[in-house]
């Protein structure tokens, strides 16, 4: 039978679970605001009983009660609305990736307005055409040369300003790369931490919630998947274990195939590396190359931006610039300039320095040197046998112009993967250009909008299971403290009642 004093016991055990109870809201309260916090809870328990009342009772558990006691604090989490967030993190990171690079694009083009290479090439038909009615005057001609020279300075700023973006997107997929490493070890120390303190007998709930963070943080980058490893020993069931992170990718070959980034059985973690000495650039971990453009993530919209993107109109620009050389001077070629004051006549210069290779047009265009030299060599005549038709003439002139605005050129575009053939003028094919590039970055922009609102979503639901609601600790906190002052009470019974028995009895 439990003697008087076996009651206090039972008191006691109640004023400190319900402290350890209080202490805990308390702490959930201080971190109501701390980013990747997850509320905790006192697990209630109620200790071993003692046999029922009776001179032969049973040495076993029975009905009288011995109190209560907190055999653990769990951590409220959800582990299938994690991977909900992650999963649509993932696609935020691309298409934030992509948005923004197609975003840094189309300031560039700066199109349409007045400073953008439409407009250039419309003021440059343009002083074309004052010169078809005016072909002896100097200053017609001046003009011309001048935006000959916008347009090529027009070129010039397009390609060094897109290969200037190309390139901070090839430092910005380093920087990541760099910050996935770091991502992987601070994980694979947290783990190592983890395995340290659960088969002692402890939860690392504040550990767990750091970890969580980095992985939440992590599949931004690439897509993850998350697995745990039970650390063992004398581990509380309330313990979550160690990770081992996990992306799917496929190979060179297009398999599909799983890559451990950090492996919780071992407590290691891998490094990626990427190497831009080809291009695409190739990517791989702890040696393994993997295709660049499956991983998922703010990377994988990085790689297509700099590898198809960025490649694709800098391609489209430099066709235009060489198609546009090799049409204008083929016509310029065959007109006259103005008679040299000795009666010689210009005839067969160029107006653009000639260009040999498509690639790098843009930014190699010029004017040819005879040009630079006199404004006299622009050819506005016409002519037959190599007689011009005198320096009145204005055939060659509307010749050039049309080459702007008629003349079917041949451009070859890339579209989903696949080389295309396209026939059609030189303003036409940069509309198309324009187009194309606008219906991209407003897709990005729909699906960036599409995930964050779908990241939201999860973080909400999230936030609505692990998140500190101040109202609910304010209730729970009234509970506990209600619960502390009886059991505070009962001591005070107990004393009384002690008083009586060694006080009071036998006077």
Known sequence: ?????????????????????????????????????????????????????????PRIPGQIGTGVEASSVSRIRDAFIDLQYRGETTKVGYWSAKSDALSQMEDVMNEPTDQGLSKVLDQFWQSLQDLADTPENSGARSVVRQRGQTVVDTFHYLSASLNQNRDNIKTEIG???????????????????????????????????????????????????????????????????????????????????????????????STFNVDFSGDPPSLSVNGTAIDPFSVGGALQGLVESYSIDYPN????????????????????????????SDGTVPTGNDFFAP???????????????????????????????????GDGDNETALALADVLANQAMTFTVQNGGTTETVTTTLKGFLQSMIGQMGVNAE????????????????????????????????????????????AARMVSVIDEMLDTIVNKMGQ
């Open 1 to 57: 039978m439990l003697s008087t004093f076996a009651t206090l016991e039972t008191v006691r055990r109640a004023l400190f679970t319900q402290q350890a109870a209080i202490q805990t809201t308390g702490h959930n309260v201080a971190n109501a605001n701390t980013p990747g916090y997850s509320r905790q809870r006192v697990d209630f328990q109620t200790t071993l009983p003692y046999p029922a009342i009776g001179f032969n009772q």
């Open 175 to 269: 920087v990541d790369v760099n910050k996935i490493n770091a991502l992987l070890d601070q994980i694979n120390q947290i783990n190592k931490q983890i395995a340290e303190i659960e088969p002692n007998g402890y939860a690392a709930n504040d550990l767990y919630d750091a970890r969580d963070q980095l992985v939440d943080e992590l599949s931004q980058y690439v897509n993850v998947n998350v697995t745990t490893v039970p650390s063992g020993g004398l581990a509380p069931a309330s313990a979550v274990g160690k990770y081992t992170i996990t992306m799917t990718a496929t190979d060179s070959s297009g398999a599909v195939q799983t890559i451990t980034l950090v492996d919780g059985q071992n407590l290691t973690a």
């Open 355 to 389: 260009l040999t290779d498509v690639k790098g047009a843009a930014a190699a265009i010029d004017l040819d040197q005879a040009i630079k030299d006199s404004v006299n060599n622009i050819a506005a005549a016409g002519g037959t046998g190599g007689v011009s038709n």
């Open 443 to 486: 897709a990005a922009n729909r699906m960036k909008a599409n995930s964050e609102t779908l990241q939201t979503t999860a973080d909400q639901r999230r936030q609505s299971v692990s998140g500190v609601s101040l109202d609910e600790e304010m209730t729970n906190l009234i509970q506990y403290q209600h619960a502390y002052n009886a």
């Open 313 to 340: 109109m800098l391609n489209a620009l430099d066709q235009m610039a060489y198609n546009l050389v090799n049409a204008f001077n083929a016509v310029h070629e065959t007109g006259f300039g103005l008679t040299a």
